[in-house]
Each structure stands twice: as C-alpha cells, then as structure tokens.
C-alpha cells in the first residue's frame, strides 16, 4: 500500500485514545456462555424511514470503503498465493477497554450514533432501528450483547454497519481503532482461546496486535 494512502487511513482511523488505560486480557474480556446468533424481529417492521434520523457518516467511512477496493485489488493481483501467505483485514474496535475486530470485507460503513427509534418486545441489547440513507438499520449495543457493560455514549463512540447477503445490523461499539492486516499464522485457533469466555461459532480467533490482545468475532455469526 502507498505510504501517503497509509498515512492517511492512520489520521481517519486513529484518534487519539480517551485514556492511558492497558487492554484488559482475554480471560477478563467476556465472562458470557456461547451466546445465540442475533435473533430476527417478532414480526415486519412497518415504518417510514423519513421518520427515522439518518445517520452522519465519520471520516472512517471512506477509509473503510477505500481499504475494501485495495483488499479487493491486492486479491486479485495474486490469485495463486498459498494459504499460508494469505492475510486478510479486520477492522479493530473496542468495547471499553477491549478490543474487537471484524473481518473488512463484511463491514459497509462506520458511522455516527443517531437517534434511534426504540422497538417494543426485543432483546436488552437490540437498541432500535435507525434511517441510513433510507435503509432502515437495526442497532444493537455489542457491549450487552458479549455479556459486558453497555456501551457509554461519547466522542469516540461509532456505529458500525455489517452487511452480507441483503442483511444489515449496526453495531454500536466505544470506538474503531484502526484496521490491521493479520496473517493465518498470527491468529489463534478457537479451540485453543477457550479463555476468551465466547464459544460457537461467534468466535473466530484471538490475535496479539501491538500488545493487545484482539478478540476475534465473526460477523455472519452476528447477522444470524
């Protein structure tokens, strides 16, 4: 990647941490059984997104949508790497004082919080449903939904929007960090991060990133 496209993902996407604070380690990270994937609403939404906020798009946004075009290039420039080599890019989150990430591909966009349309007879971590462009977007708060402590509102505070196969949610997460180009070597297989306290298929591995330790989660596991 040219240095001038990096420098300027890193201004986007890393703004200056709230505290001096060290990552908590990945046996205190979550303390939740195997958790069920996202469960559908009881029924069809009938709504109008005009009435719905629309969600502000942060600076993320096109570095999110950029590094999708160079994943997609860097793929097909070397279609014949062996597995070993492969590397894939995750975009780093945090809940609190842990990080996440989630595989970039499976990412549409990151975010502002918008006011949210609160929904009757849902889950505790299923927050409402929000207009982004006029897609309507259920928001769910990732900190309850692992088992941890709801997500406290604040500068850093973003949405992150996952989309496969027609499917979207937002996730609303303490801040997005950066995004990381992690090989197969460098993440843990699931049934050696037990300690992690997430089981199922909601895990895909553990990584050490600059010290950290980056809890690994699978985003098809999420949209259900």
């Known amino acids: 990647m040219n240095a001038h496209v990096e420098n300027y993902l890193s201004d986007l996407l890393c703004p200056p941490p709230a505290s001096s604070r060290g990552a908590s380690t990945v046996a205190a990270a979550v303390a939740a059984p195997s958790l069920p994937p996202f469960p559908p609403l009881s029924g069809p939404v009938q709504m109008n997104a005009r009435s719905i906020p629309r969600a502000e798009e942060p600076p993320q946004t096109a ?3 950029l ?3 160079l994943a997609r290039q860097a793929d097909n420039d ?3 790497r062996r597995a070993a080599e492969r590397c894939t890019r995750w975009l780093r989150m945090r809940c609190d004082e842990q990080h996440y990430a989630l595989e970039l591909l499976k990412v549409q966009e990151v975010v502002l919080p918008a006011t949210l349309l609160p929904l009757r007879g849902v889950a505790p971590h299923v927050q409402g449903v929000m207009n982004l462009r006029g897609q309507i977007v259920t928001v769910i708060d990732l900190g309850v939904y692992l088992g941890r402590a709801p997500i406290v509102d604040d500068a850093s505070t973003r949405i ?13 997460v303490s801040a997005v960090e950066d995004v990381a180009q992690l090989s197969e070597a460098q993440i843990e297989n699931p049934d050696s991060t037990r300690g992690c306290g997430i089981a199922g298929t909601l895990l895909r591995g553990v990584a050490r990133l600059g010290g950290k330790t980056v809890i690994l989660l699978d985003a098809t596991s999420i949209l259900g």
Request: zero cysteines; hydrophobic letters at 40%; a positive charge.
């Open 63 to 65: 570095a999110v949508a």
């Open 78 to 80: 070397r279609p014949q």
């Open 67 to 69: 590094l999708h075009r």
């Open 160 to 172: 992150v929007v996952l989309e496969e196969h027609g499917q979207s949610v937002g996730l609303r």
